[in-house]
């Protein structure tokens, strides 16, 4: 568990070890990046400890906030604690768009947190998440065009060569 966790109460759904950020899954046109499982875990547990740690700024602060704050924090809160239950399991983590929709959740609890301290009047002493990704963004494939190109000169290769190699 990690800090966050400890000091909040975490309900369980969304522990983290960790409040490190993984870089973005897509990056620039005609890149593909790949994420592991355990980067995209490692993201939501990130986006998750956000999600808890402004839940708690949230209820300790109910009095100040106006009800349609509070019931679109609700509402936002159970989406994103569905998401994760959903999404925690190794299957799950295997699509690339459940990084991608973690991203979108980030810049979500991000936008949050800007309406709560605007409401309040007062700056969170928590960490913010960064709505880009520090680092590299996972491992980048060449575009599509190169692996079309790197492609059919590998079955012209394998088609011409052995007839060539038989004939010496």
């Given at each position: 568990?990690?800090?966050f966790?400890?000091?909040?109460?975490?309900?369980?759904?969304?522990?983290?070890s960790?409040?490190s950020?993984?870089s973005?899954?897509v990056a620039?046109?005609?890149d593909?990046?790949i994420?592991s499982?355990?980067?995209?875990l490692?993201?939501?547990?990130?986006?998750?400890?956000?999600?808890?740690?402004?839940n708690?700024e949230?209820?300790?602060?109910?009095?100040?906030l106006?009800d349609?704050f509070?019931?679109?924090?609700n509402?936002?809160?159970?989406e994103?604690l569905?998401?994760?239950?959903q999404?925690?399991?190794?299957?799950a983590?295997?699509?690339?768009?459940?990084?991608?929709?973690?991203?979108e959740y980030?810049?979500?609890v991000n936008?949050?947190?800007?309406?709560f301290?605007?409401?309040v009047?007062?700056k969170l002493?928590?960490?913010?998440?960064?709505?880009?990704?520090?680092?590299?963004?996972?491992?980048?494939?060449p575009e599509l065009g190169?692996i079309?190109?790197?492609l059919a000169?590998a079955?012209?290769?394998?088609?011409?060569?052995?007839?060539?190699?038989?004939?010496?």
């Amino acid at each position: 568990m990690g800090y966050f966790d400890d000091a909040l109460g975490d309900c369980g759904h969304c522990s983290s070890s960790s409040m490190s950020y993984r870089s973005a899954a897509v990056a620039g046109m005609g890149d593909i990046g790949i994420q592991s499982p355990s980067a995209i875990l490692a993201e939501m547990q990130a986006v998750g400890t956000q999600v808890h740690s402004l839940n708690a700024e949230v209820q300790a602060n109910k009095a100040k906030l106006p009800d349609d704050f509070l019931r679109g924090w609700n509402a936002f809160f159970n989406e994103y604690l569905t998401f994760y239950g959903q999404n925690e399991g190794l299957l799950a983590r295997m699509w690339i768009s459940v990084y991608d929709k973690t991203l979108e959740y980030r810049k979500q609890v991000n936008d949050w947190r800007d309406r709560f301290e605007k409401l309040v009047g007062k700056k969170l002493t928590t960490p913010r998440a960064t709505d880009e990704p520090p680092g590299g963004s996972g491992i980048k494939l060449p575009e599509l065009g190169t692996i079309v190109t790197g492609l059919a000169v590998a079955v012209g290769a394998a088609i011409v060569l052995p007839p060539l190699l038989r004939s010496k």
